[in-house]
């Protein structure tokens, strides 16, 4: 394969944004047999090489839907961000049988990482929570760039499009217009203000004996209950539930399977009823 890998560095666009820009536009696209290829060895043998040349060879994409919601004033390169994470997910998805390039599997992720980034962030108070609720943001907020305020007509015919009623649509126009309270006081307010902040009226509970000692005791009765469902499983069980969860490094199913002997799906089955035998008796 003729596909050269890029630092991993690469997909957090801090600093220069200009600059990452710049590198990720550098990195070769893949030909369609190259990417099943890859999306084999990945799918199949969880080659994590492999992903990681997936996710460096399509963050170029990521960066052309970034740019398309620089309208809402957040940061660029935390939306680029955003759709990177959207990405790997993608990549951890895509099945390359579904007889689709992985670009154009991987745009709804990318998206849905970037919006709810952006309803997050766009506001302190959330101004959409339901599906309906975030489609007409979106399309309400494109439509707002060539329009002030909408006319009754306006409005009805927004909500004729989106299949909504009008009065939907002004209570989100009234949610779009709408400022943010700041949480801290302003740092040119005087005494006589700076008192009325939301901050100054929080009540501080982490330093509550109380609630530091139901956290301890959580803590510590949670590692005792693990530790005795440990004790249940058998030797080859327990020694696959701590190397690929309790170790600071995560072991692979075909490095369990060569030092056992037996196949990857093996150590996958002895995995998986392990971990179901531990939870039910933490559940217990």
Same mark, same amino acid.
């Given at each position: 394969?003729?596909?050269?890998?890029?630092?991993?560095?690469?997909?957090?666009?801090?600093?220069?944004?200009?600059?990452?820009?710049?590198?990720?536009?550098?990195?070769?696209?893949?030909?369609?047999?190259?990417?099943?290829?890859?999306?084999?060895?990945?799918?199949?043998?969880?080659?994590?090489?492999?992903?990681?040349? $997936?996710?460096?060879?399509?963050?170029?994409?990521?960066?052309? +839907?970034?740019?398309?919601?620089?309208?809402?004033? *957040?940061?660029?390169?935390?939306?680029?961000?955003?759709?990177?994470?959207? $990405?790997?997910?993608?990549?951890?998805?895509?099945?390359?049988?579904?007889?689709?390039? *992985?670009?154009?599997?991987?745009?709804?992720?990318?998206?849905?990482?970037?919006?709810?980034?952006?309803?997050?962030?766009?506001?302190?108070?959330?101004?959409?929570?339901?599906?309906?609720?975030?489609? $007409?943001?979106?399309?309400?907020?494109?439509?707002?760039?060539?329009?002030?305020?909408?006319?009754?007509?306006?409005?009805?015919?927004?909500?004729?499009?989106?299949?909504?009623? %009008?009065?939907?649509?002004?209570?989100?126009?009234?949610?779009?217009?709408?400022?943010?309270?700041?949480?801290?006081?302003?740092?040119?307010?005087?005494?006589?203000?700076?008192?009325? %902040?939301? %901050?100054?009226? *929080?009540?501080?509970?982490?330093?509550?004996?109380?609630?530091? $000692?139901?956290?301890?005791?959580?803590?510590?009765?949670?590692?005792?209950?693990?530790?005795?469902?440990?004790?249940?499983?058998?030797? #080859?069980?327990?020694?696959?539930? #701590?190397?690929?969860?309790?170790?600071?490094?995560?072991?692979?199913?075909?490095?369990?399977?060569?030092?056992?002997?037996?196949?990857?799906?093996? +150590?996958?089955?002895?995995?998986?009823?392990?971990?179901?035998?531990?939870?039910?008796?933490? %559940?217990?």
């Amino acid at each position: 394969m003729g596909t050269s890998l890029r630092p991993i560095e690469m997909l957090a666009p801090v600093g220069n944004l200009e600059g990452y820009i710049h590198a990720v536009n550098s990195i070769p696209v893949l030909t369609a047999e190259e990417e099943r290829e890859l999306a084999e060895r990945y799918h199949q043998e969880e080659d994590l090489y492999a992903a990681r040349q $997936l996710v460096m060879a399509h963050l170029r994409f990521v960066v052309h +839907i970034a740019k398309s919601y620089s309208g809402y004033g *957040l940061s660029q390169a935390d939306l680029v961000q955003e759709g990177n994470i959207g $990405l790997m997910k993608a990549v951890k998805r895509f099945n390359p049988e579904y007889g689709v390039r *992985l670009v154009s599997f991987a745009v709804h992720w990318i998206k849905a990482e970037i919006h709810e980034f952006i309803l997050r962030n766009w506001r302190i108070v959330k101004v959409a929570t339901t599906k309906a609720q975030r489609k $007409l943001f979106f399309n309400l907020r494109s439509a707002k760039k060539k329009l002030a305020w909408l006319t009754n007509d306006e409005a009805n015919a927004v909500a004729a499009d989106l299949g909504v009623e %009008a009065k939907v649509v002004r209570e989100m126009e009234s949610r779009l217009a709408g400022q943010d309270t700041p949480f801290d006081a302003a740092t040119d307010d005087d005494d006589d203000k700076a008192y009325q %902040a939301p %901050a100054n009226f *929080l009540e501080d509970r982490r330093a509550d004996p109380a609630v530091m $000692l139901e956290n301890e005791n959580w803590e510590e009765d949670s590692s005792s209950r693990l530790h005795e469902a440990l004790t249940q499983l058998d030797e #080859r069980s327990k020694d696959i539930i #701590r190397k690929r969860w309790l170790g600071e490094e995560k072991a692979t199913l075909h490095e369990l399977a060569a030092e056992y002997g037996v196949s990857a799906e093996r +150590i996958r089955q002895l995995e998986k009823n392990a971990m179901k035998k531990v939870k039910n008796m933490l %559940a217990a």
